[in-house]
DNA sequence: GTCTATAAATAGATAGAC
DNA sequence: GTCTATCTATTTATAGAC
C-alpha cells in the first residue's frame, strides 16, 4: 500500500473521474471522492484549487488526448480519407476504452450545456470536430467522399459511440431484465457497424448500400486495420 | 395570474422538468423547483411524496408517450417498413420538440446507469427499443430490409437524435465563438440525414437510397399531448 | 503531505398556522 | 391548498496540528 510519489494527484484524479461519471458533478461529493481515492477530504484541497478545477482537469484532459489523436489522423499523408474515418472513430472508441468516465461525463457536460466548461476547454473539444471537418473536406476535395455537412456527419459517427459505451450499465440491466436479446453487442461490433455505415453514408459515387454486388473497387482504400 | 385549480401540480412538473433538465437530478435542488413554479418548496411535497418521485414521474411520462407513439406506428398495417422508420424518427423528434427536457434528462440518466429508473419505467423505455425491433423484423421478413441487429440500429439512428437535441445550447455556444460553422444545423435538416442514412443503410437490395416511391402521408402530431 | 476538526452554507423534508 | 418556520443531514471548503 506504498504511495510513490507524484502518485496522490494521480489516486485522486482517478477516484473523482469515477466518482463524476457515474454521479455527475454535483452529486459526487468531494467526501465520497477522498474515500475512494483512499485520502481525506483535505488532500484534495491540497491538491486541487476546488471540486470545479478538478472536474474540468479531468474533461480536458480527455479533449486533448483525443484532438491530439485525431490531428494526427487527419495530418497523416498516407492515409486516404477513407482509412481516416475508419481511424477517427477508432480514436474515439479507445479513448472511451482507456477512460471509461469520458463517455458519461461527456453525456452531462452536453446536457447541462457546458456549463463548466471553460474557453480553453471548449477550444479543445471543438478541435476534435476541427479534425473530423479536415477529414470530410479532404475527402470531398480528392473526390472519394460526397460534399458532407460536417456537423451532421459529427453527431451521426460521434455521438453513437459516446452514447453507446455510456449506456453499457443500462444495456446490461436490461438484458439481465430479458428486455433485450441476451446476445450482448460489444463495442467492437458497434464499431465496425459504424465504420460500415460512414462508408456507405460518405461514398462519393451513387454507391449501392449493400455491399454484397459491389464490384470489387480497384485500388481504393480498404483500410480495415485498427490503430 | 389565477391559477385552475389542478395547474399546480402541471406547474410544478413543468418547473422540475427544466430544473432536471438543466442541472440534473441533483444539482436541481427542490427550492428551485419551487421557485420556478412561483410556490413554495411545502408545495411540491404536498402533491409528491419526495424529489425522486417528483423526478421518475417525468420521464416515465416522457417515455410512456413515445412508446405509444411508436407502438401505433409499429402496429401500422397500412404502412410499408421504410416508411414506418421514418415515422419512428419522428416521434422521437418529436418528443425532443414537445418535451425538451426530455433528451438532456434522458442522456443524465443513462450516464448514471438509469439507477433511479424503477421497474416499470425501465419497462416503458424498453418498449422504444420492442418496437423498433418489431419494424426492423417486419422489414426483413418483407425482404425489403437486410436483417439488422436491433441493438446496433437503435443506437446508430435513436441516440444521435436524443444527443442531437440535447446540444443544442453547447452547439450554439460554439457557434458563438464562430468554432462551428455558423450556419445554425437545425432538427429537421439533421432529422432527414438521420432518416436517409437508415433508408441506405437498411435496404435489402442493393437498392438506390433515394425514397422515390413513398406514399405520402401526413406526418401529424398524436392528439391530446402535452403541449 | 497528510491528517482531525470544524466552519458556513445549503440540501431534502416536515410541522403547523391559515 | 398554500404558506412560514424549522429540523436535520450533508455539502464545500478551511484552519491548524503533526
Do not use: C, W
Not at 477513407?82 to 458519461?104: C, E, N, Q, T, V
Not at 461525463?105 to 466548461?117: D, F, H, I, P, S
Not at 471548449?122 to 479532404?138: A, G, P, Q
Amino acid at each position: 500500500m506504498k504511495r510513490t510519489p507524484g502518485d496522490t494527484r494521480t489516486a485522486i484524479i482517478a477516484a473523482a473521474a469515477a466518482e463524476f461519471a457515474a454521479h455527475g458533478f454535483d452529486g459526487a461529493s468531494v467526501d465520497a471522492i477522498a474515500a475512494r481515492a483512499r485520502f481525506n477530504k483535505a488532500m484534495i484541497y491540497y491538491h486541487f484549487e476546488n471540486k470545479q478545477r478538478l472536474y474540468v482537469e479531468i474533461l480536458r484532459d480527455g479533449f486533448r488526448t483525443v484532438g491530439a489523436h485525431t490531428a494526427a489522423i487527419a495530418d497523416d499523408a498516407d492515409l486516404p480519407p477513407a482509412a481516416k474515418i475508419d481511424r477517427f472513430i477508432d480514436a474515439l472508441d479507445d479513448m472511451a476504452a482507456s477512460r471509461p468516465y469520458m463517455p458519461p461525463m461527456m453525456m452531462r457536460e452536453m446536457a447541462e450545456g457546458a456549463v463548466r466548461l471553460d474557453a480553453d476547454s471548449l477550444r479543445l473539444l471543438s478541435r476534435i470536430f476541427e479534425n473530423l471537418r479536415r477529414i470530410l473536406e479532404e475527402g470531398s476535395r480528392l473526390g472519394v467522399f460526397r460534399p458532407a455537412d460536417p456537423v451532421l456527419t459529427y453527431f451521426t459517427l460521434v455521438t453513437p459511440v459516446i452514447f453507446f459505451r455510456a449506456s453499457t450499465p443500462v444495456r446490461e440491466a436490461l438484458a439481465r431484465q430479458h428486455v433485450l436479446p441476451a446476445a450482448q453487442v460489444d463495442a467492437t461490433r458497434f464499431v465496425t457497424h459504424l465504420k460500415s455505415i460512414a462508408r456507405t453514408v460518405l461514398a462519393a459515387s451513387p454507391s449501392p448500400a449493400a455491399p454484397a454486388k459491389q464490384k470489387k473497387r480497384t485500388r481504393q482504400s480498404r483500410p480495415g486495420e485498427h490503430a
